[in-house]
């Protein structure tokens, strides 16, 4: 059973790579590319220390990682700044954070690394936050049933970026909002 722990200094390099080899999974479909943004070392850093960065490690591999951190962290990068402006149009999100991207190893997809990944972060965020929201690509469907199934998050809207559309997705971080299993 893989450990979940907040991630190191000695994580930072691995997840790094891991973020530029998987960063266009959720940007990249038949229709095209979106520019992605990965965090370099300094931004992973910074994630770990003073947000959000948690691994899935077994021994001495990363099995996944999530993070999540305020949008002042985000800025206006990429597509955080439509979601900005989602979640003001829509209101009541005044304490929320962006939560993501998650990445689980394709060999440990399916065997609860996701479920114990998310169920750690969840109480963490609760400490600072109302809700935590994300977006994944419509048709993103592993990744939407992951999020509405096993994170307990609820669709909030669908909005187009670029030529494509995202669901934006969050979830209730008060105490009373347990995940699923």
Not at 12 to 29: P, R, V, Y
């Amino acid at each position: 059973m893989p450990q979940i722990r907040t991630a190191t200094a000695a994580d930072i390099s691995q997840i790094a790579q891991l973020e530029q080899l998987h960063l266009a999974d959720e940007l990249t479909s038949n229709r095209g590319n979106l520019q992605g943004e990965g965090f370099d070392i300094r931004a992973l850093t910074e994630l770990a220390t003073k947000q959000q960065l948690l691994v899935a490690i077994e021994g001495e591999e990363i099995l996944g990682y999530v993070m999540a951190a305020d949008w002042r962290f985000y800025g206006n990068r990429h597509i955080y700044g439509a979601i900005g402006k989602q979640l003001q149009r829509l209101g009541g999100f005044e304490r929320s954070c962006q939560y993501g991207p998650i990445w689980v190893s394709p060999a440990a997809r399916g065997t609860g690394v996701f479920q114990l990944l998310v169920d750690a972060l969840w109480p963490r965020l609760a400490e600072r936050f109302s809700h935590a929201v994300t977006f994944i690509a419509e048709d993103n469907e592993r990744s939407f049933a992951a999020h509405t199934a096993k994170a307990g998050m609820q669709v909030l809207d669908l909005f187009g970026f670029e030529g494509r559309d995202f669901y934006l997705l969050a979830r209730s971080l008060n105490s009373s909002n347990e995940s699923r299993s």
